[in-house]
C-alpha cells in the first residue's frame, strides 16, 4: 500500500509544530489503516482534507487545557488530530473494537503522545453506568449516531458546563430540527451549528456544538442521565418504526 498523498500547504499552518507527526500519522493511516480495514483504500487521497484537517481545526471550538473524550474513535478521528495539533489537551479515545484499540495503542506510541493520550476500550451507552469516573470537559464524535442517540450517549461523560461537539454533514439543520426537543430535554442547552476551519479550509468543518446544562442545587443529575439514555433510545427505535412503516 503507497503512503498518504502529500499534505496541501494549509496543513502545516493547521497543524503548526505538530506537523511532521501529522505526516508520519497520514503514513499510518494509509498504509496499516488500510491493511487492517480501518480507513477504505479510496480514501488515501483525501486523507487530509476529509480527514486530518477536517478533523484539527475543530480545535478552535475547544478550550485551554481540556480534558477530552473522543467516542467511538476509530482509527483515531478526530481525537489524534486534535491532540497534535494542541499540546495543551488531554485526549481519551474510547473505542469499543480490539483491533482499533491496537492500532490506536500502537498509533500513540509511535507518535509519542503517550503522556497526553490514552486509549479506553467500551461502548458510550455503557460509560453512563460509571457517571461519577468518567467526566471530561468536551465530548466529541464523528458520524456517530443520531442527534437524539448521541446526546443521551454523551451527557453522563461530559462535565456540567462542559460541551458535545459532534461533526455532521450537510444535513445537520435538517437533523437539528428534528432532535432540538430531546437534546433538550436530555439537558443540552445553547445548542447551535458552528463552522470550524472557516478562513483555513476550502470546505469548513460542521460541527453541532451543546452545552452540557449546570444543575441546580440538590438536583438528582444521575436518574435525569439515566431518562436520557432511555429516551435517546426510545427516540431511535420510534424513528426506525416510522421508516419501516
Known amino acids: 500500500m503507497l503512503p498518504a498523498s502529500g499534505p496541501p500547504a494549509v496543513a502545516r499552518g493547521v497543524f503548526g509544530d505538530g506537523f511532521d507527526l501529522a505526516r508520519v500519522y497520514a503514513d499510518l493511516l494509509a498504509t496499516v489503516g488500510v491493511e487492517r480495514g480501518l480507513i477504505g483504500p479510496r480514501e488515501t487521497d483525501r486523507l487530509w482534507d476529509r480527514h486530518l484537517l477536517n478533523s484539527a481545526v475543530i480545535e478552535e471550538a475547544v478550550g485551554s487545557a481540556a480534558t477530552v473524550v473522543d467516542v467511538g474513535s476509530g482509527a483515531g478521528l478526530p481525537g489524534i488530530p486534535l491532540a497534535l495539533v494542541r499540546p495543551d489537551l488531554k485526549v481519551t479515545l474510547l473505542e469499543p473494537m480490539q483491533r482499533r484499540c491496537v492500532f490506536l495503542h500502537e498509533t500513540v506510541a509511535r507518535l509519542g503522545l503517550e503522556g497526553r493520550v490514552t486509549v479506553v476500550r467500551g461502548r458510550a451507552p455503557d460509560m453512563a453506568t460509571t457517571v461519577e469516573s468518567h467526566r471530561f470537559d468536551v465530548a466529541v464524535a464523528r458520524a456517530l449516531a443520531p442527534l437524539e442517540r448521541l446526546g443521551a450517549m454523551l451527557l453522563p461523560m461530559v462535565k456540567p458546563g462542559g460541551v458535545m461537539l459532534a461533526l455532521r454533514g450537510s444535513s445537520v439543520v435538517e437533523e437539528l430540527s428534528v ?14 451549528v458552528v ?33 436520557g439514555v432511555r429516551r435517546g433510545r426510545e427516540a431511535q427505535r420510534a424513528r426506525g418504526h416510522s421508516r419501516s412503516t
Open 179 to 192: 432532535a432540538r426537543g430531546e437534546l433538550d430535554a436530555q439537558g443540552w442547552r445553547e445548542v447551535d
Open 195 to 227: 463552522k470550524c476551519g472557516v478562513g483555513r479550509l476550502a470546505e469548513p468543518t460542521t460541527v453541532l456544538r451543546a452545552v452540557h446544562a449546570v444543575p441546580p442545587p440538590g438536583h438528582r443529575q444521575g436518574s435525569e442521565i439515566a431518562r
